[in-house]
């Protein structure tokens, strides 16, 4: 059964530092026909079930614990019957949304998630966030990059547990040093490529921003 991506765009805010905004959210489901894996869980449940079908969910993978990414891990998982796996560096993160309900499991970097008879091999880059997360399918030549990576630059880095200088190295040392031509699937907005961020990427340093 061949590997396939299923996405969905969802609506809804985002919170942080005493402000709110309006987001839109990609959410990508990972599998075959038999089973898959849901990354990042926005703002409507719905939306990723239909995506999901009645395939087995062996996990809710959290690129990072901004409310945006997260705020239905709890309610998605629950319907599924999926455990929730988050870096433990965004705890923080995680609390402000969910205090009273931890994930089920830790990312941890260069842990290979497994699905449908490839793997999503987890890369640790913080700077949007102390634990964010990317990951890396070489199977499929794909990258979920969460808000570490967009089409027009670095995650922002303007609010609380993040860093600029901190977010371009972690782009630049774990993700331009991939295949050229994998596909970047971030958290928002547009997929791009590795290879048109290289031409991008002492542009955005110079930039700092």
């Not at 931890?102 to 700077?127: C, F, K, N, S, Y």
């Not at 808000?147 to 901190?166: K, N």
């Not at 774990?174 to 490529?193: F, N």
């Amino acid at each position: 059964m061949a590997v396939r991506i299923d996405h969905a765009t969802t609506s809804g805010t985002f919170s942080l530092d005493g402000q709110t905004f309006d987001v839109d959210n990609n959410a990508w489901v990972v599998g075959d026909d038999a089973e898959c894996v849901v990354i990042d869980a926005p703002h409507d449940v719905e939306a990723i079930r239909a995506l999901v079908g009645d395939r087995e969910v062996k996990a809710v993978l959290c690129t990072h614990a901004h409310d945006d990414h997260v705020r239905k891990a709890p309610e998605l998982a629950a319907a599924v019957g999926a455990p929730i796996w988050l870096h433990p560096d965004d705890m923080v993160l995680w609390n402000l949304t969910h205090p009273d309900r931890e994930p089920d499991g830790e990312l941890a970097d260069g842990q290979v998630v497994e699905v449908g008879g490839i793997g999503l091999r987890v890369l640790h880059t913080p700077g949007h966030a102390p634990g964010a997360v990317c990951l890396y399918s070489p199977e499929l030549g794909v990258v979920f990059t969460g808000d570490t990576l967009f089409a027009g630059g670095p995650g922002a880095t303007g609010r609380s547990y993040s860093d600029f200088g901190t977010i371009t190295e972690s782009i630049r040392d774990r993700l331009l040093p991939l295949p050229e031509d994998t596909e970047v699937r971030p958290g928002h907005g547009d997929s791009t490529t590795i290879g048109a961020v290289r031409t991008q990427f002492d542009e955005w340093v110079k930039r700092g921003y």
